[in-house]
């Protein structure tokens, strides 16, 4: 069983959609990530949390737009999405000096 | 800035046959290594991890693997597999220290065990 949470597992949207993915883990972490991963790729960092503050932002499209209400949360809001976004969306969290990170199963968008 | 190899896209191997999984690494500052496993429908798991001390690592599921500092080379082997180890393998360096959090993958290895 994994120790980071994401929900949905699977979330199908129109382009004129919103939508928010949820991401929730108990270990006491405090940096988490949003990464997206396409089919056949390694993940690529979309933004990084730290002590519930914005510290990365590998400019993403601002149609994602994160949030970490709290140490334990991390959300992830959609909003007029293209095709192109979709992919298999994975959380993960650690401690902040270089521990390893631990990922959640993901969440598996899909654009109509 | 840092960079990781995979040398192999897809290492087909039969079942009980051992198998090495090629990671190689570029980075002017010293880096902590890992080794995940994505197996289908799933996120990423993490198999083992260097830090610092042994350069022989004990992951879990019978996984090592070795750190080569001459070489930058952080292999992952196992002696004998199951077909339950088929799934992508990725390797990852990240700078150590407070304040860094950019994990660098490679491109993925494809383990196919064949019964």
């Known amino acids: 069983d994994t120790e980071v949470t994401q929900t949905p597992k699977h979330l199908v949207m129109g382009m004129t959609n919103k939508k928010s993915l949820k991401c929730e883990q108990h270990?006491?972490?405090?940096?988490m990530y949003w990464y997206k991963q396409k089919a056949k790729k390694p993940p690529e960092l979309m933004f990084v949390?730290?002590?519930?503050?914005?510290?990365i932002n590998e400019s993403v499209p601002s149609r994602f737009s994160p949030e970490c209400p709290n140490s334990s949360l991390l959300n992830l809001h959609l909003h007029a999405l293209q095709p192109e976004d979709s992919a298999l969306y994975l959380c993960?969290?650690?401690?902040?000096?270089?521990?390893?990170?631990?990922f959640g199963d993901g969440t598996r968008l899909s654009i109509l | 800035a840092q960079s990781v190899t995979q040398l192999d896209s897809q290492v087909p191997v039969f079942e009980e046959a051992p198998v090495e999984l090629r990671c190689n690494y570029s980075?002017?500052?010293?880096?902590?290594l890992f080794w995940y496993v994505q197996y289908p429908n799933q996120g990423l798991q993490l198999l083992l991890k260097?830090?610092?001390?042994?350069?022989l690592v004990k992951g879990i599921n019978g996984f090592e693997a070795e750190f080569n500092k001459s070489q930058t080379s952080f292999h992952l082997r196992k002696p004998s597999v199951h077909i339950s180890d088929t799934a992508e393998y990725f390797c990852?360096?990240?700078?150590?220290?407070?304040?860094?959090?950019?994990?660098?993958f490679g491109k993925g290895t494809k383990l196919s065990v064949i019964p």
């Open positions: 993960a969290s650690s401690q902040v000096s270089g521990q390893p990170q631990h």
């Open positions: 270990m006491g972490h405090r940096a």
């Open positions: 949390y730290s002590y519930e503050k914005l510290s």
């Open positions: 980075s002017s500052v010293s880096v902590y």
């Open positions: 260097y830090l610092s001390g042994s350069t």
């Open positions: 990852a360096v990240r700078s150590p220290g407070a304040g860094s959090y950019q994990l660098t």
